[in-house]
């Protein structure tokens, strides 16, 4: 996996990723930026959270759920020395489908931050995570 970042002018950068895709990141005006793209450590916080979507919907379509939707919502919470590592994070999962087996989402859940999801790998080594969920009949 490769990635490449580009210093734009300020404190704003465009980040590539080696499959072509491209997002800007900017410091807060405070810190020089524009406020023109995401912060780096928000982008961390994304990562993790698109990681384990990835692994929550494909394990409920195996188990054959009828997921329909599914919204994360992340707090992170960081150190306050630097380096200002996550030291916590929430995540909420609202999934939405019909029918859906209550085990088989806290199933899919556990699978994700326990085995599957790499970013929550990389996170656990500073921070406390705590995962709850909510299902939405549709």
């Not at 404190?11 to 930026?33: I, N, T, Y």
């Not at 379509?61 to 030291?87: C, H, N, S, W, Y």
């Amino acid at each position: 996996m490769k990635a490449r970042v580009q210093w734009l002018d300020g404190r704003a950068f465009v980040g590539e990723s080696g499959s072509g895709h491209a997002v800007v990141m900017d410091g807060a005006p405070d810190a020089g930026g524009r406020n023109i793209g995401v912060r780096p450590m928000e982008m961390l916080l994304l990562g993790l959270g698109g990681c384990t979507a990835f692994d929550i919907v494909m394990i409920l379509e195996r188990m054959r759920e009828q997921v329909t939707g599914l919204d994360i919502a992340l707090e992170g919470e960081r150190a306050t020395e630097d380096p200002k590592v996550f030291t916590h994070v929430k995540m909420i999962y609202k999934v939405k489908g019909r029918g859906l087996k209550p085990a088989n989402v806290e199933r899919a859940v556990s699978l994700s931050a326990e085995k599957y999801c790499s970013a929550s790998a990389m996170f656990e080594k500073t921070a406390k995570i705590e995962h709850s969920f909510e299902i939405i009949e549709e």
